[in-house]
């Protein structure tokens, strides 16, 4: 692997067996070559679990072996013998912990202790599952695309769970469960749900039909940072006796919800921000209900980290500002076979919707992307992927135990949290599952069977999540936080090696923020390109995009003369529309065809401020005038606002110009 010059630790992680050794001080001259970097694991042992629930294999489970410092090995994958589902993990020679968990049971077990080869056997409290059926109607009519949640506690377990399912095209629904008392609901958007009813599993058990209504009034508005409007925040509401709805602002930051009468709290999340305000609905419709966002207490937003990544090879990725405890385990071939490299992002990311029931820990909420060496999008693997989340003990409500902690995956589709087989380390408070597909993932506390609440202080999520009652306005495309400095994962023979450095790096997407106590660092995203142009148009901005453009030898504007590289213009034309269409059908934008094509549309724009952002490796801008101080720009809505400023004096000088 090729390195910049400095001293670098090198930690090793071996697939199918765990983290091999760890080498510190490495240290790298410039121009030179540091050999004989040996990574090695010793012969590992095997732990075989079978898991059973007494009468049939548990498959699905989630099977972890860890030790005291967090280093380990899992897996989801069994065969079936008998009544058993068996896993082997294999680890190199040390002191584990073994843990399972599944969706359906949560917790199943724990032993501690174990450094020899072995077989563990595991028989579920809960017993064979109960199956919880029943029907959902809204105006006498089936009711399909509802989502069902069922949350309790199973007879004889200790944390409670919570399950789900979408009801079909006759509005039917079916859930398995451990026996036991729950909580079930309905959700879905456009229509007001009804309070949680009571269900006793045991066996085959109908629960009857959930009634849903068609909301009849709407809130809507706006969601603003400092008076400008935010794209792509998530806002829900909640009345108190079970109506739930939520929404996504639009590209100008406005959201609409249908809900019914009453009184509605509404909470508006953005990265790193977070606003609420309470709406009385009585005979009308509320418009014009703004949401002012405030930075959430007690956190601090960090910029996106980017990875780049062999497919072929597979790597393990850290980031830090998540989290020392948070690890991505991509196994080969897992993004896909290419030997070209592939780019993974993640990021903590409080914009994110809260479930019905339940609480979400927000801080501690997670987002991954991933794409290929074109920069089409990666979201559905080939191989599961091992992640592992770290949270934070004081974000946990009270009452709530972190025991119970499962990790949640924002379902587009359903507009829900599908809960994944979890394993707790509560030693060193992290969250291990096997996911296959990149997606926003969140600590998630089921609900016992009552109403959990927000911790406001802390941060965590509150008990709702997007799925009944919302009206989800077009995200439009936001913008992303700028990429730190990525570290370097590579493979080395069987082994997969990664390099931190440990000079100091200040990332991209850092700005100063200059107060009375000092000068602060805060991430901010820069976005050049904001808003569509029409054909004919003049623009400053124009020229940026047919530059971009011209950068990239498929998507050029034009080979000689006007709009050529070197010689970009300030006009929309049809040579820079055909190349943004060619830039499009490239990036997976969109198609002929299809809306958008051929635009310069919220997708679009977002792609192309990525890029932009990447290829001058600038997120702050500093203006100064004749004999004045440079203003730092220290938000993405400043650098909005003084670009569209800048625009319009540009507009103006070219005003006064006709007029000499």
Known sequence: MK?????????????????????????????ATLASQNVTVAEPISITVNVTDGTSAITGAFVDVRDSSGKGNGTSNSTTSGANAVYTVKVPPGTYTVRVGHPAYGKIGETTSVSTTQTITYTAQGGTLSTVSGTVQANSAALSGAWVSIFGLPTGQTFPIHMGAQSGSDGTFSIQVPAGSYKLRADKTGYKSSADA?????????????TLTTAARTISGTVTLDG???????????????????????????????????????????????????????????????IALTAISGFTL???????????????????????????NLPANALGDESNAATVTTQVNTAIPNPPSGTILSKSAVSISAVDSSGSPIKNLNDSVTITIPYTEADIPTGSTEGSLVIGVYNDSTGQYDVLSTTVDTTNNVLTATVDHFSDFAPLLPSSGSSSSDSGSSGSGSSSSAAGGGIIASAGGGSSTPAATPNTTTSVSSAQVTTTTSSTRTARGTALVSSGAGTTRMPV??????????????????????????????TRVASAGAGSPGLETDKLGPLTVAALKKFQVKHGIAKPGQAGFGTLGPKTRARLNDLMRARTGESSVSIAGPGSAPVVVASQVQLAKINALLEEIKKLQEELKKLQ
Do not use: C, H, M
């Open 525 to 554: 995203a820069v976005t050049f390109f904001t808003k569509a142009f029409t054909t004919g148009e003049r623009s400053s901005v124009i020229k940026e995009l047919q530059t971009l453009l011209n950068s990239d030898v498929d």
């Open 198 to 210: 009571s269900v006793t599993a045991n066996g085959a058990t109908a629960a009857g039909t959930i």
């Open 3 to 31: 390195l910049p010059a400095g001293t670098y630790t090198i930690k090793s992680f071996f697939p199918s067996i765990g983290d091999g050794s760890t080498i510190t001080g490495a240290v790298v001259a410039a121009d």
């Open 228 to 290: 400008t409007g935010i794209s792509s925040a998530f806002v829900d509401a909640t009345d108190g006796s079970g109506g739930f709805a939520v929404g996504q602002t639009d590209a100008s930051g406005a959201y609409s919800l249908a809900v019914d009468t009453g009184t509605w709290t509404l909470t508006a999340r953005s990265k790193g921000y977070q606003g609420t305000k309470q709406v009385v609905v009585t005979d009308a419709n509320q418009t014009g209900q703004t």
């Open 302 to 328: 960090t910029p996106e980290l980017q990875e780049t990544i062999t497919p072929s090879a597979g790597g393990l990725i850290t980031n830090s500002n998540i989290g020392s405890g948070f690890k991505l």
